[in-house]
């Protein structure tokens, strides 16, 4: 069973069918169709259609292919790009009587005929910005209401209330005005290009910029874009509460974003190649959410996201060049103040040439670069942070309570397999160098001794992004001068310079930690200073230093006092749980000392 215009074939059509002069009726007839099973019926005339208005009404239930659907209309073709998958689909058509019994009729209402198709579309995903990222198994029910013939008419779609449009296609222009948070768009489609307005949970705004910048035939004209969002996804953040703006200008389009946390202006050059450039007067930085699902047609755009999977198919080299400008830029809730971003393309990914950040008592100097795409894919980092209050800034950053003031700078240059979102710690390769001066390691809750410490809780570096002091002294300690260099590499880190230098004593730790067992191998010395051994014992007593040297304090305080000048200390084993071990001794206690100790009680 077969319709040639349509290009329609069935196979192993079995059912019961009804005829008579009037016409006739075929309900519930089982079909194959593109070798999956489905259900046909048909009706024809009065007394067998359902509708007495309709001369021929068609149902046909089948599983068809996303391509197999869109090839079949001009109108829906456009869509082929960001939608794969097969999914159940419903589609009726209804021919009315009149095309055929009522010449009296005017042509128009004599033709209107149309075609209408549902699915919850299981089985097929989407490969746009959000709100419309979809996998295929999430359901999403959805119309496509086209008028026949097809490409003579308009073409409406509506996904749930999440999104709807009208399309429609003349001399060889696609005009689509599209709405989000709807399933109906009141007014007709533009004679081309996109006009699009609506409020969405999520928008994606690069991505859907970047859908009306494609190459070639795919490129889309954007006419006008006045939509708001609860959450607006930009550069990798989570704006609230944002209004987006888009219209066409000399030389690209102009972007106005309007918001609590983002205000300001961009333009995105229409020719390829340019340069994104604009100034905005706030940008409030919060992680955003990690997507439903990545989307490699989404921006222009990995400018964009944050993605849970790390990027790690996204081609860098798409990111266009950007010149930005920021009055005010907060990082969580650290104020970074005036920052300036310059990018370029490169053959292979994306160059930045410079962020830099100017506030009250703290800078921020990068460069780097992110190349390569999926295996091939690296990143690289150099930066320099100074600061005249570290423990503030730490503070700022979620990560406070570690130390009180504090000025110097941190060194960081690393590169990683995979793009900025891949980043891991134990992937590392590169160097952390610390030289910080007159600060103190904050009191922390008691009882650190089973806690990770090591060579400054680098475990834990990824999470906090700083260095994390908690677990190094429970009561506080002083320091005069902080610094050492921790290098990265095969999965470890290690340190053979690092050092805490306060007034009461300077502890030394050297050796590696092993990233990926979490496992010590490091000596730790603790050098008294001249006339201070009793307070330098009582600060280390006073409270466990972090998993390792909190084990060593406790090994201290079981032995005399005479010995408690043990200078050596090895730590090995896991962090959760490691081991201790005196290395090394003072040869011999003074006789003096072990008289006065011994006739203490």
Not at 35 to 45: K, T, Y
Not at 110 to 137: E, N, W, Y
Not at 443 to 449: K, L
């Amino acid at each position: 069973l077969s319709e040639s215009q349509w290009k329609l074939a069935f196979s192993g059509v079995n059912g019961r069918a009804s005829y008579n002069q009037d016409g006739f009726s075929a309900n519930g007839l089982r079909a194959q169709y593109d070798r999956q099973e489905g259900l046909l019926s048909l009706r024809a005339g009065p007394g067998h259609v359902r509708d007495k208005g309709q001369g021929f009404e068609a149902e046909l239930e089948a599983s068809m292919t996303t391509d197999d659907l869109l090839d079949r209309s001009s109108d829906l073709a456009w869509l082929k790009p960001y939608v794969q998958g097969r999914s159940r689909w419903s589609a009726g058509i209804a021919i009315p009587s009149a095309a055929r019994s009522s010449p009296k009729r005017t042509p128009a209402a004599a033709q209107v005929t149309r075609l209408q198709l549902r699915s919850d579309l299981i089985g097929t995903a989407f490969d746009l910005p959000a709100p419309m990222d979809k996998t295929s198994g999430i359901a999403l029910p959805t119309t496509i209401d086209l008028q026949l013939p097809l490409g003579t008419g308009e073409v409406a779609i509506a996904f749930g209330q999440r999104f709807a449009l009208r399309a429609k296609e003349t001399g060889g222009q696609l005009g689509i005005r599209a709405a989000f948070g709807t399933d109906r768009v009141a007014e007709a489609p533009p004679p081309s290009g996109l006009i699009l307005s609506g409020r969405a949970a999520t928008l994606d705004a690069i991505g859907w910029v970047g859908l009306t910048h494609g190459d070639g035939s795919k490129r889309m004209v954007l006419r006008r874009v006045d939509a708001s969002a609860d959450r607006l996804l930009l550069l990798g953040a989570n704006f609230p509460d944002t209004r987006l703006q888009i219209a066409p200008a000399s030389g690209g389009l102009a972007v106005q974003l309007d918001g609590p946390a983002l205000a300001g202006a961009l333009l995105v050059p229409d020719a390829a190649g340019g340069t994104v450039s604009g100034r905005l007067q706030r940008l409030y930085w919060r992680r955003a959410a990690p997507p439903v699902s990545s989307s490699k047609n989404n921006a222009v755009a990995a400018s964009g996201a944050g993605s849970g999977n790390g990027n790690g198919d996204f081609d860098p080299a798409r990111i266009p060049a950007m010149n930005l400008h920021v009055d005010d830029l907060r990082v969580l809730d650290a104020t970074l103040g005036d920052t300036q971003f310059r990018s370029r393309a490169t053959a292979s990914g994306m160059e930045i040439q410079q962020l830099q950040t100017r506030a009250a008592k703290r800078r921020i100097d990068l460069t780097g670069d992110w190349s390569g795409r999926g295996p091939a894919a690296r990143t690289r980092l150099s930066a320099i942070l100074a600061s005249d209050d570290f423990g503030a800034l730490l503070t700022d950053l979620g990560i406070g309570g570690r130390i009180d003031g504090g000025k110097g700078e941190a060194r960081f240059d690393a590169a990683w397999a995979g793009s900025p979102m891949a980043f891991q710690m134990a992937a590392l390769d590169g160097s952390l160098t610390l030289d910080v001066k007159d600060g103190r390691l904050v009191e922390i809750e008691p009882g650190g001794t089973g806690r990770v410490l090591g060579l400054l809780s680098i475990a834990q570096l990824p999470r906090r992004l700083s260095l994390d002091f908690r677990d190094f002294f429970s009561k506080g300690f002083a320091f005069n001068r902080f610094a050492g260099t921790v290098r990265f590499g095969g999965g470890s880190a290690r340190s053979d310079d690092l050092a805490i230098d306060g007034p009461a004593a300077r502890i030394n730790i050297r050796g590696a930690a092993n990233l990926r067992a979490q496992t010590f191998d490091q000596t730790i010395e603790v050098l008294p200073k001249a006339g201070n051994l009793l307070t330098a014992v009582g600060a280390i007593a006073g409270g466990p230093v972090g998993a390792a040297v909190g084990a060593v304090a406790n090994a201290v305080l079981q032995k005399p006092l005479g010995q408690a000048a043990a200078k050596n200390y090895r730590v090995t084993g896991p962090w959760k749980d490691p081991k201790v071990e005196v290395i090394e001794r003072q040869s011999t206690p003074a006789r003096g000392a072990s008289s006065a100790g011994a006739g203490r009680p």
